[in-house]
């Protein structure tokens, strides 16, 4: 029995004449089979050359049967494989987008989360979307937190968003931010309890339907934990990546890890983890204190081999200001707080990420 081997040596001896190429080099041998004495294959040539390369094949019968075990040859000769017409679209349905979307005129899209409530997630996004917007940059922040919605208070937005088209929602705008809350969507006195579907399809609305206008960044601030919004989010949004707020605390980092794992299951990067509540400097005697231990995050993070953004201290400025509707970076711009919420921004500008 002759070899495979044998009968490409042979092959290969053989030129195209229009190419002056060999003809397994050229692509024109195609599956050669060998089965005891009988050797089989294709040669795969444009139907117009069939007469030219005619005697190419009979050259190749003739070579291969004198090889040593060989009975018999046979050569066929095909057209090129035609190429598969384009689909017929006309009158099937449009393919449903798969996977995570861009939303229109929105350059990066940041998700804040967290993995325990309470932690601060929505005083850091409203600050940093504040400190974004000094920094002239065009930032839009979606309220994502669907069981307590706290951006309209902090942002100091109220009323309902209209739709003058009944398909599109226009907005709202302070402090240089675009921002959109699910909490203005429903009545204040209203308690929303968001069901699987109906809280993906608020979403969805929000991310689509609103008309963010061009942005450079869109910040989401999420509920806590690991949830629906969370999966929704990731799953239909293209994002640039997850910021991770978490106190030094025990317990917010273990929740913190377990959002980390979550956003890289869903292939989200992680930008960072910031440090809230890090350390609290008394504003009567300017005691420094740990009220929640500190460095904890920034252990965390480099066992997590992520890198720490901030250490925000815990400061009753920050809160007064974030429940007057004017974040710190607004209304205190030179204050030691506000300046790292600012230093925050810069770190996340020069990276790329907002
Ligand atoms: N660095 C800080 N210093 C002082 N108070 C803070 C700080 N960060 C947040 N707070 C206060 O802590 C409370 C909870 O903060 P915030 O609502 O931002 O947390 P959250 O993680 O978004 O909470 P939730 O999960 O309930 O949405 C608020 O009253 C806020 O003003």
Not at 78 to 99: R, V
Not at 122 to 134: G, I, M, R
Not at 265 to 283: A, R
Not at 293 to 312: T, Y
Request: proline share 7%; glycine share 10%; hydrophobic share 45%.
């Amino acid at each position: 029995m002759a070899s495979r081997d044998e009968v490409l040596a042979v092959l290969k001896q053989l030129k195209d004449p229009a190419s002056g190429s060999d003809l397994v080099s050229s692509g024109m041998v195609r599956a050669l089979n060998i089965d005891g004495g009988e050797v089989r294959f294709v040669l795969e040539i444009d139907p117009a050359r069939a007469a030219a390369l005619q005697p190419v094949k009979s050259e190749a019968e003739e070579k291969i049967s004198a090889l040593d075990g060989v009975e018999k040859v046979s050569v066929v000769m095909t057209a090129h494989s035609a190429p598969k017409p384009p689909p017929d679209l006309k009158g099937s349905k449009p393919a449903e987008p798969q996977g995570p979307q861009k939303i229109a005129g929105v350059d990066r899209i940041l998700a804040v989360a967290s993995g325990k409530g309470g932690v601060g997630k929505s005083t850091v996004s409203a600050n940093l979307a504040a400190a974004l917007a000094a920094e002239g940059r065009r930032v839009g922040l979606l309220d994502a937190d669907v069981y307590g919605p706290s951006q309209p208070r902090m942002l100091g937005v109220s009323g309902r968003p209209s739709s003058p088209d009944g398909k599109t929602i226009l907005p709202m705008r302070n402090h240089g931010i675009t921002m959109m809350s699910i909490g203005l969507m429903t009545r204040e006195e209203e308690a929303v309890v968001w069901r699987g579907p109906m809280l993906m399809g608020a979403l969805q609305q929000m991310l689509n339907q609103v008309q963010w206008g061009a942005l450079d960044v869109l910040i989401v601030d999420l509920p806590p934990g690991t949830g629906d919004v969370q999966m929704t989010l990731a799953q239909k949004a293209e994002l640039t990546g997850a910021v991770v707020v978490s106190t030094p605390q025990d317990i917010a980092l273990l929740d913190a890890r377990k959002g980390i794992n979550m956003f890289e299951k869903l292939g989200t990067p992680i930008v960072g983890m910031i440090e809230n509540m890090s350390t609290h400097i008394c504003s009567n005697c300017g005691h420094e204190e740990h009220m929640f231990g500190h460095g904890g995050v920034a252990a965390e993070a480099a066992k997590l081999g992520v890198p720490l953004l901030a250490e925000i201290p815990l400061s009753m400025n920050i809160r007064v200001a974030a429940d007057s509707g004017a974040p710190i970076v607004v209304s205190a711009p030179g204050s030691a707080q506000a300046q790292s919420f600012r230093a925050l921004a810069k770190s996340l500008i020069s990276e790329g990420h907002a």
